[in-house]
């Protein structure tokens, strides 16, 4: 589907109740929150989104984010969640409008979030993939991460991991140790789970799963 291309709200909250469903199916009811990855579609994805009682958008790419804050209106009606690569210089423009930042994977990029916005609630991203190309810390540098990050000043709420390619089974592992990192580390909130490995995330303990694709369509 283009960029735009037309949703129909009531296949949306049809989408967002199947989704609900398969997560409570998987244990996840009263834990795992529904980010609705709304990223590709226009603002009325996040609109119908909104309507259908996700969690929070969750958005990709700072250009089309702040595209869509401003079509509609200066604010999402849900709350906006950053779950893309972060480049250094679009973080102060988005700043105001996002409520949880998913995707912190260099101090560097810290430091610009706890300057734009201080004490902003963030999620310390780490590489559970084992792909050199796939963002993140490494595993084994998740503490001293998470404590460069506290030092900024930063809310850090958990942990952020993307599954590899292929069969969701294949997650599993990254999904089981980012959860043990949590908890070693007394950090509550676990984001990990798309639309092609979100059961086996809630199985993980997942309280935030991330999905586009089953809730929208092919992008
Ligand atoms: C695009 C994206 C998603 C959603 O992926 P789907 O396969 O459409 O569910 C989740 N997390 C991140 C980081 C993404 O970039």
Same mark, same amino acid.
């Given at each position: 589907m283009a960029p735009g291309a037309t949703i129909d709200p009531a296949t949306v909250a049809a989408n967002v109740a199947t989704v609900r469903e398969r997560i409570a199916a998987h244990g996840?009811?009263?834990?795992t929150r529904l980010v609705a990855v709304?990223?590709?579609?226009?603002p009325e994805a996040v609109v119908a989104a909104a309507v259908a009682g996700v969690d929070a958008v969750g958005e990709s790419y700072a250009q089309e984010a702040l595209d869509k804050v401003r079509a509609l209106g200066g604010a999402t009606p849900a709350p906006l969640h950053f779950i893309g690569r972060l480049q250094r210089n679009k973080i102060r423009h988005l700043a105001p409008y +996002? &409520?949880?930042?998913? *995707? +912190?994977?260099?101090v560097e990029l810290g430091a610009e979030i706890a300057s734009r916005a201080p004490g902003a609630a963030v999620l310390a991203q780490v590489n559970? *993939?084992?792909?050199?190309?796939? &963002?993140?810390?490494?595993p084994s540098a998740t503490a001293a991460f998470v404590d460069a990050l506290r030092a900024l000043g930063l809310d850090v709420r958990g942990l952020m991991g993307i599954g590899p390619l292929? &069969?969701?089974?294949? &997650?599993r592992a990254g999904f089981e140790r980012l959860a043990s990192l949590a908890g070693a580390l007394g950090l509550p909130e676990l984001s990990m789970g798309m639309s092609d490995d979100l059961t086996v995330a809630v199985e993980c303990g997942a309280t935030y799963v991330r999905v586009g694709r089953s809730l929208f369509g092919p992008r």
């Open positions: 996840g009811a009263g834990r709304t990223k590709g579609f226009g +996002v &409520a949880l930042w998913h *995707s +912190v994977d260099r559970i *993939s084992g792909e050199t190309q796939k &963002a993140g810390c490494e292929g &069969a969701p089974e294949a &997650a």
